[in-house]
């Protein structure tokens, strides 16, 4: 039997007076730590630990000091202890989907020493498995969270040799075409402050988190089919436009 193994590196070392007690439960339960300095360097020899066991009672105590905002991993704490049964005392916490980079991201907009972390991953086998080896890279800003992986470099490697100079999009001819970007949300907030904001509305007051939930309920109750489709067509027809031109 194979195994898998995802040595990581957290760099920079975050600021200890940065991270909550929260956070820095989950945070050395996520990966192993060392002290540098006043900060600490956060790695994982054989992978970041995302199914995390807690003790119910000391999360509560530290909760209690936590400031609890939409879509932060101290809501999803909250919402799993009022979840637990009267006489369960430990806490399952899976953080595969909500985990270290929303941690992270969370430090880096209330410390002035950090715009960024980098979480740096290598992917290794005990075989020679042409499945089992790779990396990833995430890094992770206050307004940004983005990822990429070898398996991506090798699509767009695969497309220049392809396609030249019309290399597709990353993806390997899969083309993003439309994002919802929080800091353009914020730019049109302050455009509608100043043309038009209903009397009584104060834009200066809309948080970063009033806007991640405001995209994320938007992004749901968004169903682009019909344009997707409507798009495809464009292209298409934009396609063999290209052809017929070069064939005439």
């Known amino acids: 039997m194979a195994d898998y193994f ?7 070392s975050i600021p200890v007076d940065a991270i909550t007690p929260l956070e820095l439960m989950l945070l050395t ?16 020899s054989e992978g970041a630990n995302d199914c995390l ?27 799993k202890l009022a ?23 969370a430090i880096i907009r209330r410390c002035d020493q950090l715009d960024h972390v980098t979480i ?8 020679m498995r042409p499945d089992g080896f790779g990396g990833g890279v995430t890094v992770v800003t206050a307004d940004h969270i983005l990822t990429s992986t070898t398996g991506q ?25 439309l994002r919802l970007d929080e800091a353009e949300v914020r730019r049109t907030i302050t455009a509608i402050a100043q043309a038009d904001l209903p009397a009584g ?15 994320l309920q938007t992004v749901e109750a968004t169903d682009l ?9 464009v292209a298409a027809r934009a396609a063999i436009a290209i052809a017929r031109h070069r064939n005439a």
Not at 120 to 127: R, V
Not at 201 to 215: F, G, M, P, Q, Y
């Open 6 to 12: 995802f040595p990581t590196v957290v760099w920079p």
């Open 29 to 44: 339960q996520l990966y192993e730590s060392e002290p540098d300095g006043d900060a600490i360097y956060f790695f994982a």
């Open 53 to 79: 066991w807690l003790n119910a009672a000391e999360l509560r105590e530290v909760l209690a000091s936590e400031t609890v905002t939409p879509g932060s991993v101290a809501e999803l704490v909250r919402d």
């Open 83 to 105: 979840a637990l049964g009267p006489d369960e005392d430990e806490l399952e916490l899976d953080l595969a989907d909500q985990g270290d980079d929303r941690i992270f991201q």
């Open 120 to 127: 740096t991953s290598a992917w290794t086998c005990t075989k």
């Open 153 to 177: 470099m090798e699509c767009e490697l695969l497309d220049r040799a392809e396609y030249g100079d019309l290399a597709c999009a990353p993806g390997h001819g899969s083309h993003a075409l």
């Open 201 to 215: 509305s104060d834009a200066s007051s809309v948080t970063n988190e009033d806007i991640r939930a405001a995209c």
């Open 225 to 233: 089919a019909v344009q997707h489709g409507a798009i495809a067509a």
